[in-house]
């Protein structure tokens, strides 16, 4: 059965530290990995990853894929409280055309 | 401005009532999709669509039903809402990427 797990399910940290979230899969036919932000409504798009190795960068948040290990992580450098939500990773798998499968998420908290 | 939308954003409802969960976008996308999120647990795919008079269950099982009669609209339907009906309704849609993007969500409450 095809399944995404985040690690940790939650995490508390401090203005200014740095956080890594872990996405570790299994699926049939990998396609692509996605992490989303979620605060309190729709998720949003942050990075989508196809290729091992190559990291994807946008401001303090970057993200790399291991296709060998089967894992991806989710860096926030310089954290802040605006950064508090809940992130969610989701594979697609090329045998759903379409369709993405999420992990549960990990809720990250930033106090100031 | 393309987006993604649905209505309404918030509903309380009784039980036995029939309704109905708008979704519209006007970004062209073949692709829609219905979630189902409770509190603090993951999306689950309850529809889905890949164009015009196409619509599949997802892997939640749901009594609830869906249409297809123009690209832009993906409505999902509850004939008789009951209180295990109450959760998070997210609406999505994608084109021939992987990316999915996401409208603000119903939030639907069946006392």
């Known amino acids: 059965e095809d399944k995404v797990v985040q690690s940790p399910l939650s995490l508390v940290v401090h203005e200014g530290d740095t956080v890594t979230l872990n996405c570790s899969y299994e699926v049939t036919n990998f396609r692509s990995l996605l992490w989303y932000k979620q605060e309190k409504k729709a998720p949003t798009f942050l990075f989508m990853l196809?290729?091992?190795?190559i990291e994807k960068k946008s401001g303090r948040l970057s993200s790399i894929l291991d296709k060998k290990e089967l894992f991806s992580i989710l860096n926030i450098t310089a954290t802040q409280t605006g950064d508090s939500a809940v992130y969610l990773c989701a594979v697609h798998d090329s045998g759903n055309t379409g369709k993405l499968i999420f992990g549960q998420g990990t809720t990250l908290q930033v106090k100031p | 401005e393309a987006d993604i939308y649905q209505t309404p954003r918030y509903l309380v409802i009784g039980t036995g009532k029939k309704i109905t969960l708008e979704c519209s976008q006007t970004?062209?996308?073949?692709?829609m999709y219905w979630y189902q999120q409770d509190p603090g647990m993951e999306l689950h795919l309850i529809h889905y669509?890949?164009?015009?008079?196409?619509?599949e269950k997802g892997d939640l099982s749901s009594e609830s039903t869906v249409s297809r009669i123009r690209t832009e609209h993906f409505p999902l339907t509850l004939e008789s809402a009951r209180p295990s009906h109450t959760s998070q309704y997210l609406c999505?849609?994608?084109?021939?990427?992987?990316?999915?993007?996401f409208g603000p969500g119903t939030r639907l409450t069946v006392l």
């Open positions: 196809t290729s091992s190795g």
């Open positions: 970004m062209g996308h073949d692709k």
């Open positions: 999505a849609s994608s084109n021939r990427g992987n990316e999915q993007f």
């Open positions: 669509s890949y164009g015009v008079n196409s619509t």
